[in-house]
């Protein structure tokens, strides 16, 4: 799967943030659904969206997470 098909960013949608092509549901909204111990099914319910646009907002996440670094307190447990 290609996230790039299923999610966009648009500076007149959700305020420039990344979201679900044609559902202005923000990926952000999704993992932290996902976070939070929702089920697929409930997300899928809830916001309008399909198991593939769940997956692209993880395999989004994936991407952000290879891509940038988070600096943390040494000895963060």
Do not use: F
């Amino acid at each position: 799967m290609n996230w790039k098909d299923r999610i966009s960013v648009d500076p007149n949608v959700c305020h420039g943030k990344a979201c679900i092509k044609g559902a202005r549901v923000m990926v952000s909204v999704i993992l932290d659904n996902l976070a939070a111990g929702e089920s697929h099914e409930a997300i899928i319910r809830g916001y309008n969206v399909t198991e593939e646009d769940i997956q692209a907002a993880l395999h989004y996440a994936a991407e952000l997470a290879r891509e940038r670094i988070v600096s943390l307190p040494t000895g963060a447990a």
